[in-house]
């Protein structure tokens, strides 16, 4: 990883970070993963502890990050963040905080200077989902869960 200016999320906007820098604003907590259900009368969007069969649920990072796209066709890719993508991500998520003039969590890691703290905060999904494989699409609604 090239070098990276310190605390660049004060400085940048999410649309001016370079790619280094836009993989160091994830957390990790692996909630962008999880499968979501949509409410087709209100548009509300629902997570699930239902995580996507490229997810490795023990590292909270997918398998093959890079092929990700090609396996998993409506992966949820967040570059370019657009509006419609914002409600597909957690509150939590750093994308989403810093478009919304938030600021990072004192959790994140950049901030913490801790890996752990995404676990730590109870931020992180690690050993709290099972993977879409074992789950059948009518029992999604069964797994429906809400976050701190």
């Given at each position: 990883?090239?070098?990276?200016?310190?605390?660049?999320?004060?400085?940048?906007?999410?649309?001016?970070?370079?790619?280094?820098?836009?993989?160091?604003?994830?957390?990790?907590?692996?909630?962008?993963?999880?499968?979501?259900?949509?409410?087709?009368?209100?548009g509300n969007i629902y997570f699930t502890s239902?995580?996507?069969?490229?997810?490795?649920?023990?590292?909270?990072?997918?398998?093959?990050?890079?092929?990700?796209?090609?396996?998993?066709?409506?992966?949820?890719?967040?570059?370019?963040?657009?509006e419609s993508l914002l409600a597909a991500l957690?509150?939590?998520?750093?994308?989403?905080?810093?478009?919304?003039?938030?600021?990072?969590?004192?959790?994140?890691?950049?901030?913490?200077?801790?890996?752990?703290?995404?676990?730590?905060?109870?931020?992180?999904?690690?050993g709290q989902v099972i993977s879409e494989e074992?789950?059948?699409?009518?029992?999604?609604?069964?797994?429906?869960?809400?976050?701190?």
């Amino acid at each position: 990883m090239s070098s990276v200016p310190e605390k660049f999320w004060l400085n940048k906007s999410l649309d001016a970070m370079t790619d280094d820098e836009w993989e160091l604003l994830c957390d990790g907590c692996g909630r962008c993963c999880l499968v979501k259900l949509e409410d087709e009368d209100s548009g509300n969007i629902y997570f699930t502890s239902v995580a996507c069969h490229m997810f490795d649920a023990e590292q909270c990072n997918c398998r093959d990050y890079s092929h990700r796209t090609s396996q998993v066709p409506d992966c949820l890719v967040v570059r370019p963040l657009t509006e419609s993508l914002l409600a597909a991500l957690p509150a939590s998520c750093a994308y989403r905080r810093l478009a919304e003039g938030r600021g990072l969590a004192d959790w994140h890691p950049l901030i913490s200077g801790k890996a752990k703290s995404v676990r730590l905060a109870g931020i992180s999904v690690h050993g709290q989902v099972i993977s879409e494989e074992f789950v059948h699409l009518d029992q999604l609604e069964d797994h429906i869960i809400s976050f701190q």
